[in-house]
């Protein structure tokens, strides 16, 4: 008798009655097209997730502490920087707000100036130089050597200046020099080295120079603007932030921390993440209706079989079990169908976006952060995607099997 309830529910979703296998059928596809639908979008919201993570977050540095006034660089500065808890590197920077013109074109960026071997400990920017357009001198010898006067930009910015690697740029700043014949703006030739492509928006502001040749241009002497620091835990960087400038002292720095710059997209993305998730977990719930809708038609069809079982003896719980059985046998059906087969359409989604806007010359994604369709597909999200269809397809039994639990036998058999 243990394995009675699960048996008929089993005998029950494999019957060959054609009107109950064809409800069946539509059922499990109901269930199967959310789930797939839900996986598929989910696995491109954290696609965005991952490239604002790891490319704008990967060249980005995570804090920055403006000094109010230019200072030099000091070695204990840097190493009670270094050793406070969860600073990954600090480095020295100077940073402005530029123009870069090339023939009669000019283009706005954010110059910043550092010294190479030491940025990659705060930023992974040298990673995303395009290994094409890299110029003679920098793909033999160091891009951005001390007084080389050399730059690298951002890809958009490039595109914009229509100028590619070894071309000359003039660096052009908003202050100006006096002269006896007025004020000119103080500028000065750079070669472009090396374009930085992380098909990011930071592709579009991005201008990189060794930290001595902004201090040349700039003429600061020695003077830096601050220092910029990697975190564990990037989303610490606020709070890093006002403890650090609290420790140096607040008249000397003002911390400044990606969540200025990006935090708003960052939190717009995960919102949307749970956003379309509820409502996407509607479209389940939507899809439970044929689960009720078919267990509705054998309960109906099965009444003759419960009101047998119950004269022979069988409890309700039998019965009750039975039903539930066939729910989740059909729940499962559909849940496993849409997982497997949103996890497959998601994983060729991004091919299939590159054919198509090579084959159609369509730029669908020129607006976002990422000019292509990133796609990731995360274990914990299916598995959440899979237990809330299971309860909500659990839940849609709830009403057929209270409706077969209260059959009486005396009524059913009264019309047989």
């Given at each position: 008798?243990?394995?009675?309830?699960?048996?008929?529910?089993?005998?029950?979703?494999?019957?060959?009655?054609?009107?109950?296998?064809?409800?069946?059928?539509?059922?499990?596809?109901?269930?199967?097209?959310?789930?797939?639908?839900?996986?598929?979008?989910?696995?491109?919201?954290?696609?965005?997730?991952?490239?604002?993570?790891?490319?704008?977050?990967?060249?980005?540095?995570?804090?920055?502490?403006?000094?109010?006034?230019?200072?030099?660089?000091?070695?204990?500065?840097?190493?009670?920087?270094?050793?406070?808890?969860?600073?990954?590197?600090?480095?020295?920077?100077?940073?402005?707000?530029?123009?870069?013109?090339?023939?009669?074109?000019?283009?706005?960026?954010?110059?910043?100036?550092?010294?190479?071997?030491?940025?990659?400990?705060?930023?992974?920017?040298?990673?995303?130089?395009?290994?094409?357009?890299?110029?003679?001198?920098?793909?033999?010898?160091?891009?951005?050597?001390?007084?080389?006067?050399?730059?690298?930009?951002?890809?958009?910015?490039?595109?914009?200046?229509?100028?590619?690697?070894?071309?000359?740029?003039?660096?052009?700043?908003?202050?100006?020099?006096?002269?006896?014949?007025?004020?000119?703006?103080?500028?000065?030739?750079?070669?472009?080295?090396?374009?930085?492509?992380?098909?990011?928006?930071?592709?579009?502001?991005?201008?990189?120079?060794?930290?001595?040749?902004?201090?040349?241009?700039?003429?600061?002497?020695?003077?830096?603007?601050?220092?910029?620091?990697?975190?564990?835990?990037?989303?610490?960087?606020?709070?890093?932030?006002?403890?650090?400038?609290?420790?140096?002292?607040?008249?000397?720095?003002?911390?400044?921390?990606?969540?200025?710059?990006?935090?708003?997209?960052y939190q717009a993305i995960a919102m949307q993440k749970v956003t379309m998730f509820v409502l996407l977990a509607f479209l389940v719930a939507v899809a439970a209706f044929n689960l009720v809708s078919t267990l509705v038609m054998v309960v109906d069809q099965r009444a003759a079989?419960?009101?047998?079982?119950?004269?022979?003896?069988?409890?309700?719980?039998?019965?009750?079990?039975?039903f539930v059985t066939l729910g989740m046998l059909i729940a499962v059906g559909g849940i496993g169908i849409g997982i497997v087969s949103g996890t497959l359409i998601a994983n060729a989604l991004p091919g299939l976006y590159s054919w198509t806007s090579t084959t159609l010359e369509?730029?669908?994604?020129?607006?976002?952060?990422?000019?292509?369709?990133?796609?990731?597909?995360?274990?914990?999200?299916?598995?959440?995607?899979?237990?809330?269809?299971?309860?909500?397809?659990?839940?849609?039994?709830?009403?057929?099997?209270?409706?077969?639990?209260?059959?009486?036998?005396?009524?059913?058999?009264?019309?047989?």
């Amino acid at each position: 008798m243990r394995w009675l309830a699960p048996s008929l529910g089993v005998r029950y979703a494999f019957s060959g009655n054609s009107a109950l296998a064809l409800a069946e059928f539509i059922a499990v596809c109901g269930l199967g097209l959310s789930v797939a639908v839900l996986v598929i979008v989910i696995s491109v919201v954290n696609g965005f997730e991952r490239e604002l993570r790891e490319r704008i977050f990967g060249v980005l540095p995570h804090l920055s502490l403006y000094a109010r006034v230019p200072m030099l660089d000091g070695d204990d500065v840097r190493r009670g920087l270094v050793e406070h808890d969860g600073v990954l590197g600090a480095v020295p920077f100077v940073q402005t707000a530029a123009l870069v013109a090339a023939g009669d074109r000019v283009q706005g960026v954010l110059l910043t100036g550092m010294r190479p071997d030491e940025y990659a400990s705060v930023s992974d920017w040298y990673r995303y130089l395009d290994p094409g357009r890299v110029s003679e001198a920098g793909a033999t010898g160091g891009v951005l050597d001390d007084s080389s006067f050399d730059i690298v930009l951002g890809d958009d910015v490039a595109r914009s200046l229509d100028v590619e690697a070894g071309d000359s740029v003039s660096v052009i700043l908003p202050s100006g020099t006096v002269t006896p014949a007025g004020v000119f703006p103080r500028q000065k030739r750079f070669r472009l080295a090396a374009i930085l492509n992380s098909a990011s928006d930071l592709d579009g502001h991005a201008a990189y120079v060794h930290l001595r040749d902004a201090q040349k241009l700039l003429r600061l002497g020695d003077g830096i603007h601050g220092y910029q620091l990697r975190l564990e835990a990037f989303f610490a960087a606020p709070e890093t932030g006002r403890v650090l400038s609290a420790q140096l002292g607040r008249q000397r720095f003002v911390a400044r921390s990606w969540m200025h710059t990006h935090g708003n997209l960052y939190q717009a993305i995960a919102m949307q993440k749970v956003t379309m998730f509820v409502l996407l977990a509607f479209l389940v719930a939507v899809a439970a209706f044929n689960l009720v809708s078919t267990l509705v038609m054998v309960v109906d069809q099965r009444a003759a079989d419960v009101a047998i079982l119950r004269t022979m003896g069988s409890s309700r719980t039998t019965i009750v079990g039975a039903f539930v059985t066939l729910g989740m046998l059909i729940a499962v059906g559909g849940i496993g169908i849409g997982i497997v087969s949103g996890t497959l359409i998601a994983n060729a989604l991004p091919g299939l976006y590159s054919w198509t806007s090579t084959t159609l010359e369509l730029e669908l994604m020129s607006q976002y952060v990422v000019n292509y369709l990133p796609v990731e597909v995360r274990k914990a999200d299916l598995t959440g995607i899979g237990v809330t269809a299971l309860v909500i397809a659990l839940l849609a039994t709830l009403y057929p099997v209270l409706r077969a639990a209260r059959l009486l036998p005396g009524e059913v058999l009264a019309y047989e």
